[in-house]
């Protein structure tokens, strides 16, 4: 069975940081594309960051110069190192991945899911 786990969660000031890490197991992604959705109460799930199978990566404007995504391949892991967050951070955030291989779209075509991880952030 193929799992994507989230971890990292929790609460933080405004102007501070934390780190969510996603490890998954059942199958290797290490030739697919992962990345990190959030959702936000009442709004739809909006794409955050991406990573390729050969580390290209994609932001969404709203975080891009704070947050930054990396993988390490031989754990199979993804995580999302977010600076200077911002009460408009604050949403559950999952973890995603591609099941197709050497997929250059890094902005659709994502397969699994995590069960997702609160992040909230305080004024």
């Known amino acids: 069975q193929v799992q994507l786990v989230e971890s990292g969660g929790g609460l933080a000031q405004a102007g501070g940081s934390l780190r969510l890490s996603c490890a998954a197991s059942g199958r290797t992604f290490s030739n697919s594309a992962m990345g990190w959705f959030r959702q936000a109460p009442g709004k739809e799930r909006e794409l955050v960051a991406g990573?390729?199978?050969?580390?290209?990566?994609y932001y969404a404007d709203s975080v891009k110069g704070r947050f930054t995504i990396s993988r390490d391949k031989a754990k199979d892991t993804v995580s999302l190192q977010m600076n200077n967050l911002k009460p408009e951070d604050t949403a559950v955030y999952y973890c995603?991945?591609?099941?197709?291989?050497?997929?250059?779209?890094?902005?659709?075509?994502?397969?699994?899911w995590g069960q997702g991880t609160q992040v909230s952030v305080s004024s």
């Open positions: 990573i390729s199978w050969n580390y290209n990566t």
């Open positions: 995603t991945a591609q099941s197709r291989p050497y997929d250059n779209s890094l902005v659709d075509r994502y397969d699994y």
